[in-house]
């Protein structure tokens, strides 16, 4: 059974902390890797995709890969109000183009003013 | 912008219906894909379609039934609709290509969130 999981939260941290939310997948031969934050209500929005070990910065998000230990995380720095919302982990467990795209079960995040 | 968009945003059904849920992409993306969100249960696969007239089931097909006449449009059926079929549920799409490539990510539309009475 292919997996991804999620500390499910809820995850508090203070205006302007770094919030860190973290990933771990069953399949190694695992290639693609994304993170969505879904607002209570609203369908989930892409915010990073990640394919190679190592950080990919993008303005106060950076996502982490490391597929020797099979986690994927994304930090978010400078943390805002406006980014309290459950963000779900995402990987393509395969590596063909049909491959489905396994989604883990969320963490919500919660940042207090 | 990839842009996503579902018939409606909430319907209210009565046991028994028949339902059709719409969705519609807008930047000729292979990949077409129907999930339904449930509190604790997370987002589950339906259906999903790579092309035109194909279709493959995903981990909770039943009660479900597809439709992908043309590329633009995938339509999800509930041909008896029940009252655990209440959910929001969620059409996403993207483009078909090598897995390890930016072509596999989606993009989701509103959500239809349906009640069955």
């Known amino acids: 059974q292919k997996e991804v999981e999620q500390n499910s939260g809820p995850l508090s941290v203070p205006e302007g902390a770094i919030a860190s939310l973290n990933c771990t997948y069953s399949d190694r031969g695992s290639q693609s890797f994304f993170w969505y934050r879904q607002y209570s209500g609203k369908s989930p929005e892409l915010i990073m995709s990640?394919?190679?070990?190592g950080d990919k910065e993008d303005g106060r998000f950076t996502a982490q890969l490391n597929k020797a230990s099979q986690y994927v995380s994304l930090l978010i720095r400078d943390s805002q109000p406006s980014d309290s919302a459950t963000y779900l982990c995402?990987?393509?467990?395969?590596?063909?183009?049909?491959?489905?795209?396994?989604f883990g079960p969320g963490t919500s995040l919660s940042v207090i003013p | 912008d990839v842009k996503v968009t579902q018939s409606s945003r909430y319907l209210v059904k009565r046991t028994g219906e028949k339902v059709f849920l719409e969705c519609v992409q807008d930047?000729?993306?292979?990949?077409m894909f129907w999930y339904r969100q449930d509190p604790g249960l997370g987002l589950r696969l339906i259906y999903f379609?790579?092309?035109?007239?194909?279709?493959e089931k995903g981990d909770i097909p039943e009660g479900y039934s597809v439709s992908r006449e043309k590329k633009e449009r995938f339509s999800l059926i509930l041909e008896s609709a029940s009252t655990n079929q209440t959910s929001m549920y969620l059409c996403?799409?993207?483009?078909?290509?090598?897995?390890?490539?930016?072509?596999?990510?989606?993009?989701f539309g509103p959500g239809t969130r349906l009640t069955v009475l």
């Open positions: 379609s790579y092309d035109v007239k194909m279709k």
């Open positions: 996403a799409s993207s483009l078909l290509g090598r897995s390890g490539s930016s072509y596999n990510e989606q993009f």
């Open positions: 990640i394919y190679s070990n």
């Open positions: 995402a990987v393509i467990a395969g590596k063909t183009s049909y491959d489905k795209v396994i």
């Open positions: 930047m000729d993306h292979e990949n």
